[in-house]
């Protein structure tokens, strides 16, 4: 039997020297739900006792922030001559980066050095007044990288992609200073639509300078008030940002969770807008990888469901793209549905071809729509030409129009260490995240305690990680996540299992109550 909690945690404040002070977590419902133990399930629940401290623990973090309120001043700006005017800040969350985050912001936002390869350099540096500064000490650690999204290993300053940028740079100069809609057309821009489509297999694509703006700025082009959009509740924030620009309704289902999508489609469907007109059309969006959750959509299922409903599909696929399938052409060539049946294809280039900006792709009519009436295709900087063109000399290798089987041995050689590094961990006892296909592996470290211990501890054995907790996830569901890549050699990966073994035994991480497979592991 498995215990699963979810808590409700509501906000208070306190009045302190004439300033409301926004504070968190007086009470909390616990609501048990007790169910058989599923080996299928994907993702394991909290364990009791587990929640219980760490919930303790979160509120002993909180009750020291305040008493460190009352005898450190904050060195920050306050709201001043407010009165009448919104709040620029939300109390808590100030109080939270105040108080709490602020004594672990060495384990975030680290500046690095040179590239983001199979290794990184970080720089070192300290802080002599419990995070609210920090000053570089002159040192840097070099790491085995397991933080970065270079998936196919591309991110290098050497090799055919850096060649051929450097060439870009003489010939079409560093940037166009000019959106596409007037002097920012370039023909590497031309030609880099032409291959995203082919690529994807669609009619045509559109790419933009800024893969946050892809989504943010374009879904408000193709949605209105009177429209319905059905989004995963773990949808990126550029895709809910640009939901709430676009003044369409809203309604967010279960992650994954194909029962609750159908309900709000049938929902949908038989109930129309609240003044009963039918809705204008109906979206559905998912995204191919979640990167905080390390799962696969549902796609045959979504697409299933999008085809009975007569709705319309949105594809994010910022992580998967390039990473997925057997050819690299995402989470539609590794489920091996036809591209016809999502109407909007979106994508970004920062992470498996190691560059920047994004795409929406999909019929000719959809793309010429966007080029009149995209705001990050009209009024935006255009992509900048050494941009173009290492996406395009990437893409060329993945689709082996370069002439060799680079691509094809880059996309195996990730799936490889995937599988190896996914099924390591499942030996460890600690609770990951995710689908075992996936290249991002979130371990589950649920204490504010432990999620720094972990990134500190194995920054101090070499090892780059990232640490993420609230507000990127929920609260009590911190996390420590690692990222492969293609570029990593399984003697590196090894390393890093034998070290987070070690870390595990040794910070009480070992939560899961599955059972473990000893057997040997083929690489």
Not at 294 to 300: D, E, R, T, Y
Not at 317 to 322: K, N
């Amino acid at each position: 039997m498995k215990i699963n909690f979810l808590f409700d945690p509501i906000e208070w404040s306190m009045d302190f020297q004439q300033s409301r002070v926004c504070c968190c977590l007086i009470k909390m419902t616990f609501k048990t739900v007790v169910r058989k133990y599923d080996d299928n399930m994907e993702n394991e629940d909290m364990p009791m006792i587990t929640g219980l401290l760490t919930n303790l623990g979160f509120y002993i973090l909180m009750l020291a922030g305040f008493v460190s309120q009352l005898f450190v001043k904050q060195n920050v700006e306050t709201e001043k001559n407010r009165d009448g005017y919104v709040p620029l800040y939300n109390k808590f969350e100030l109080f939270y980066f105040g108080y709490v985050y602020r004594r672990i912001r060495d384990c975030f936002n680290r500046p690095v050095v040179g590239v983001p390869g199979a290794e990184i350099t970080i720089k070192d540096r300290k802080s002599d007044d419990f995070g609210w500064t920090f000053e570089f000490s002159g040192t840097e650690t070099k790491c085995l990288n397991l933080a970065s999204y270079n998936y196919l290993g591309f991110a290098s300053n050497t090799g055919t992609c850096a060649e051929n940028t450097i060439k870009t740079i003489q010939e079409f100069g560093l940037v166009s200073c000019s959106p596409r809609s007037e002097l920012g057309t370039t023909t590497l821009l031309v030609e880099l639509e032409q291959l995203t489509a082919q690529l994807l297999g669609v009619e045509d694509s559109i790419v933009f300078g800024m893969g946050f703006a892809s989504n943010a700025l374009n879904l408000p082009a193709l949605l209105s008030p009177g429209c319905l959009v059905i989004s995963d509740e773990k949808n990126h924030a550029s895709i809910i940002l640009g939901l709430r620009l676009s003044g369409a309704t809203i309604r967010v289902f279960k992650h994954n969770n194909m029962r609750s999508l159908e309900t709000k489609l049938e929902e949908a469907v038989c109930k129309g807008q609240p003044n009963g007109a039918p809705w204008k059309k109906i979206l559905i969006i998912v995204e191919g990888i979640y990167s905080m959750e390390g799962s696969i959509v549902k796609l045959p299922e979504v697409v299933a469901l999008k085809k009975k409903y007569k709705a319309y599909l949105y594809l994010d696929e910022a992580h998967s793209v390039g990473a997925m399938g057997k050819h690299g052409r995402g989470v539609l060539d590794y489920f091996g549905i036809d591209p016809k049946d999502v109407d909007i294809l979106m994508g970004t280039f920062t992470k498996s071809f190691a560059s920047s900006g994004g795409y929406i792709a999909g019929s000719k009519k959809l793309i010429d729509f966007l080029r009149q009436n995209s705001h990050a295709h009209c009024y935006a900087s255009s992509m900048s030409p050494p941009v173009a063109q290492q996406i395009l000399t990437a893409m060329k290798i993945v689709m082996g129009l370069d002439g060799t089987d680079e691509g094809q041995r880059r996309i195996i050689q990730l799936a490889r260490n995937t599988k190896y590094f996914r099924r390591k961990f499942s030996q460890l006892g600690v609770i990951v995240y995710g689908h075992e296909d996936s290249m991002v592996v979130p371990m589950i470290v649920y204490f504010y305690s432990k999620l720094t211990a972990v990134v500190r501890r194995l920054t101090e054995r070499n090892i780059a990680v990232v640490g993420v907790g609230f507000p990127a996830t929920r609260l009590f569901y911190g996390r420590v996540r690692f990222c492969l890549s293609a570029a990593h050699t399984k003697e590196q990966l090894d390393y890093a299992i034998q070290v987070i073994a070690e870390e595990s035994e040794t910070l009480g991480l070992k939560y899961s109550r599955r059972p473990r497979n000893y057997d040997p592991i083929e690489y």
